[in-house]
């Protein structure tokens, strides 16, 4: 696994940035102005850069463009930093015809993928509201780490369509057909679900510690899986899909399966949807993410790219003081933003740190 830290990106027509260079520094760095200058716009380029795609909602190609832009082109240019402080360029040309990447300026059809964490302080809403945003959490973060995970998911959601588009009865119910699928399915399900507890068991073994080490406060916290395919061997999985077959045929859809599987975060036991107060959720999804990254950090002895997008907001002053002292004790790349005055004195205070401060897209260093 490569290490990679960002140092220089570029965008032209991208949003509100001003075509110009920004440097970025190996260890934190801190993006400081009112709301709407453009802070959330850098982070949106770098991840973009890495991962390939926005983390904003239905974002595309038109919402991108800057809308004082001449030409309905998008150019980024980035430059990231190797482990072995090489350095090689990522470009992305994105127009009407799609998008095209090139490295050191030759076009790749596949580009290397840059591991990125991205924080934003309504993640931490979602993730306590909604199961699908947890599974997808659990699902991006251990691809991101476990290459089988990855195939079998992709296989599973293949087999999840096709049953799903044989029960819209659109092609004709094939019984036959059902039960193949159901194979697949339970095959992809044994390995997913054990592939999952192993993941939230690692979790686990860092997740009170992370807690405590970024809030210095004491308290139990485990995540864990809730999977109607826990302890059951694939071919007892295979019986409950091949249960629900009636009851699917009647709704015309999948209703068992690994994609319904949920896991709540305990904290000191109880659930933490019902027993934590917001600001505590916030401190237990922030550790979740913190341990996932130490996890990876063990895994390949290297470190994601974190961004952390204005999650000041969410938490009081004495707890925001920890957190960047945390992150100033971690050796990975932190990109960290806020708008509010308080804190914006309290990164300008921090030693070691770069920072940045942006002003209608246009970035100085502070
Ligand atoms: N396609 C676009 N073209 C030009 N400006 C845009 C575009 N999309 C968003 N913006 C501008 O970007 C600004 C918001 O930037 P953002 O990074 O979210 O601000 P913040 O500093 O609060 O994080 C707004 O002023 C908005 O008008
Ligand atoms: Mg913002």
Known sequence: MEFFRISKIKASNFRNLEDEII?????INC?????GNGKTNILEAVFMMASKKSFRKNTSFPQILSVDGEKPEILISSVFEKKDKNHFNISLKMGQEGNFWYEDNFPVKKKTSIPIVFINPFDSYSFFQTASFRRNWMDTNISQINPVYKRQLNRYQKALRFRNNLLSGKDGMIVEQLKAIDKEMAKCSKVLTDIRIQFLEEID???????KKIFSEEHHLQAQLQSRCLNLTEQQIYNAYRNNTEKDIERRITTYGVHKDDYALLFDGFDSIEYCS??????AYLSLLFAYIGLFRYKFNSYPIVLIDDVSGELDKQRWRKLVQYL?????????TTANENLTRELEELAMAKKLRVLEGKVQNV
């Open 205 to 211: 073994s860092t997740f009170s510690q992370t807690f």
């Open 23 to 27: 440097d970025f520094s190996p260890g």
């Open 328 to 336: 100033k004790s971690q050796d990975f790349q932190v990109l960290i």
């Open 31 to 35: 993006i400081i102005g009112e709301n």
């Open 278 to 283: 917001l600001g505590q959720q916030k401190m």
